[in-house]
C-alpha cells in the first residue's frame, strides 16, 4: 500500500457551528504537573480542530457541564489497567462504550503504559539512566494522541480501527510524542464517516471543508 496526504472538500448543506465535545477531566493527584495536563490538552484540541470538533474542558471540581454534542469524562490515571497486563503491547487508554448511541462516555488513559511506551525508543547505546527519561513534552503530546484516539472512537463509533491515521488498532511509539501530526490524521475512510456522524449524532450538518485526510491506496500490480 502506498500513502498520500490529501486535502479533501466535504460540504454538506446547512453547515453550522463546530461539533462540541464537553469533557469532564479527572487527573490522578500523583501527577503533579500542570504542564502536562495543559500541554495533553492542547495536542487533543490541535488533531480534532481541523475536522470541526471542539473539546470543551471542566475541570471534575467543577459544575458538570452542558453540551450540545457529546460529554466525555476523561480519567488521566496511572495504569488503565493494572495487573491485567504483564507483557507489552500495554492498554494507553480506554473507552466505555457499548454499540448504541449515547450522550454521554468515560475514557481512562493511563500516563504509566504512556510513559513506559516512550521509554522503550531511546537506543540501548545510550546510558541506562538516559535511556528510560521522557520529558514532560513528549508525555503531554503522547497523551494528548492518545486521548484524540479514544474520542475517535465515540465519534467514529464502534467497533472502527484503520490500518493507518489517527486510529490505528495500536500507536506505534516511535511516533507517539514526534512533533509532526501527519501520523495522527484521520484517513479519507475515516473522515466520510465522522461527517455522517456528526451529523446523525447532532441532527445537523457539519462542514470540514479544507480538513487534511491520510488516502489509502492500493499499489499497482506489476506485470
Given at each position: 500500500?502506498?500513502?498520500?496526504?490529501?486535502?479533501?472538500?466535504?460540504?454538506?448543506?446547512?453547515?453550522?457551528?463546530?461539533?462540541?465535545?464537553?469533557?469532564?477531566?479527572?487527573?490522578?493527584?500523583?501527577?503533579?504537573?500542570?504542564?502536562?495536563?495543559?500541554?495533553f490538552?492542547?495536542?487533543?484540541?490541535?488533531?480534532?480542530?481541523?475536522?470541526?470538533?471542539?473539546?470543551?474542558?471542566?475541570?471534575?471540581a467543577?459544575?458538570?457541564?452542558?453540551?450540545?454534542?457529546?460529554?466525555?469524562?476523561v480519567?488521566?490515571?496511572?495504569?488503565?489497567?493494572?495487573?491485567?497486563?504483564?507483557?507489552?503491547?500495554?492498554?494507553?487508554?480506554?473507552?466505555?462504550?457499548?454499540?448504541?448511541?449515547?450522550?454521554?462516555?468515560?475514557i481512562?488513559v493511563?500516563?504509566?503504559a504512556?510513559?513506559?511506551?516512550?521509554a522503550?525508543?531511546?537506543?540501548?547505546?545510550?546510558p541506562?539512566?538516559?535511556?528510560?527519561?521522557?520529558?514532560?513534552?513528549?508525555?503531554?503530546?503522547?497523551?494528548?494522541?492518545?486521548?484524540?484516539?479514544?474520542?475517535?472512537?465515540?465519534?467514529?463509533?464502534?467497533?472502527?480501527?484503520?490500518?493507518?491515521?489517527?486510529?490505528?488498532?495500536?500507536?506505534?511509539?516511535?511516533?507517539?510524542?514526534?512533533?509532526?501530526?501527519?501520523?495522527?490524521?484521520?484517513?479519507?475512510?475515516?473522515?466520510?464517516?465522522?461527517?455522517?456522524r456528526?451529523?446523525?449524532?447532532?441532527?445537523?450538518?457539519?462542514?470540514?471543508?479544507?480538513?487534511?485526510c491520510?488516502a489509502?491506496?492500493?499499489?499497482?500490480?506489476?506485470?
Amino acid at each position: 500500500m502506498t500513502l498520500a496526504a490529501w486535502g479533501t472538500t466535504a460540504s454538506p448543506s446547512n453547515a453550522g457551528e463546530p461539533f462540541e465535545v464537553a469533557i469532564l477531566l479527572r487527573v490522578d493527584p500523583s501527577i503533579a504537573s500542570k504542564r502536562i495536563a495543559d500541554r495533553f490538552k492542547d495536542e487533543a484540541e490541535s488533531i480534532w480542530r481541523p475536522y470541526g470538533v471542539r473539546l470543551e474542558w471542566t475541570d471534575a471540581a467543577a459544575s458538570e457541564p452542558a453540551s450540545r454534542g457529546l460529554l466525555l469524562e476523561v480519567n488521566l490515571e496511572r495504569d488503565v489497567d493494572r495487573g491485567m497486563h504483564a507483557e507489552w503491547p500495554a492498554v494507553l487508554g480506554r473507552v466505555e462504550m457499548t454499540a448504541e448511541p449515547a450522550n454521554r462516555r468515560s475514557i481512562h488513559v493511563s500516563f504509566d503504559a504512556t510513559e513506559a511506551a516512550l521509554a522503550v525508543r531511546r537506543p540501548l547505546s545510550l546510558p541506562s539512566t538516559t535511556r528510560g527519561f521522557v520529558l514532560d513534552r513528549e508525555m503531554a503530546v503522547a497523551l494528548g494522541r492518545v486521548l484524540a484516539h479514544e474520542i475517535g472512537h465515540v465519534l467514529l463509533g464502534p467497533p472502527y480501527h484503520d490500518p493507518k491515521g489517527l486510529m490505528r488498532a495500536s500507536l506505534p511509539p516511535g511516533e507517539l510524542a514526534e512533533p509532526d501530526r501527519t501520523p495522527f490524521r484521520l484517513t479519507c475512510s475515516g473522515l466520510v464517516r465522522l461527517r455522517n456522524r456528526l451529523s446523525a449524532l447532532s441532527e445537523s450538518a457539519f462542514s470540514v471543508d479544507g480538513a487534511s485526510c491520510i488516502a489509502i491506496a492500493p499499489t499497482r500490480r506489476q506485470r
